[in-house]
């Protein structure tokens, strides 16, 4: 256990449905990250928050929404997805959003847009 | 952008062999570090080692960066089975405050009893 929880482990959804994906970290971090992670590619950034303030959009498509209500809670909400974002959504924490600070992962949801 | 790009993109060794893997970076950097993924679960920390440092060992882990070759790599000694997964190289922006880590696609090792 890594302190950092996410569900759902594992979510099917249709194009048109809209969903919400949760993360909580116990850590008493104060930055939380979502990443996503498709086969054969490299970890992806999505965003980053810091003290409840995003300060990080990686280009992301709106049909991700995040929203951050607190430091120890994130959510990934979903809509009019398509296929090709089905992949593992990683949620992440870290003392700070500083470089020098590890940073510690979620179990991850395996989404997949049917 | 810098990328950490590990080498092997995959390596199965015996029980008991030492394996190594390599990540290889282009700009400059404030730290590297290492994780760890066991299949379909999240990255694990492994070491953080900074620009300043040459080697740095945690438990049977042996890390060493060479920022000349802007190169690090990961050493587990006396390899188990439970040691099997994917161990990727993150590296960090030498500029900014933003603690963002670009991951390569890393080393999936198999390590067979």
């Known amino acids: 256990e890594t302190g950092v929880t996410q569900t759902p482990r594992h979510l099917v959804m249709g194009m048109t449905n809209k969903k919400s994906l949760k993360c909580e970290q116990h850590l008493g971090h104060n930055a939380m990250y979502w990443y996503k992670q498709s086969a054969k590619k490299p970890l992806e950034l999505m965003f980053v928050?810091?003290?409840?303030?995003?300060?990080e959009n990686n280009s992301v498509p709106s049909r991700f929404s995040p929203e951050c209500p607190n430091s120890s809670h994130l959510f990934l909400h979903l809509h009019t997805l398509q296929p090709e974002d089905s992949a593992l959504y990683l949620c992440a924490s870290s003392q700070q959003s500083d470089r020098n600070y590890e940073q510690y992962f979620g179990p991850g949801t395996r989404l997949t847009v049917t | 952008s810098q990328q950490g790009e590990e080498d092997p993109q995959a390596l199965s060794i015996q029980e008991g062999e030492n394996a190594t893997m390599n990540c290889s970076y282009k700009t400059s950097i404030n730290n590297l570090q290492w994780y760890r993924q066991n299949s379909g679960r999240g990255l694990v920390h492994l070491i953080l080692i900074r620009s300043n440092e040459r080697e740095k060992h945690s438990g049977g882990l042996r890390v060493t960066l060479d920022t000349s070759k802007k190169s690090s790599s990961l050493l587990i000694t006396a390899s188990r089975a439970a040691d099997t997964a994917s161990y990727f190289c993150a590296t960090a922006d030498y500029g900014g405050s933003q603690g963002n880590l670009i991951f390569g696609k890393g080393t999936k090792l198999s390590v067979k009893p």
């Open positions: 928050y810091n003290f409840k303030e995003q300060t």
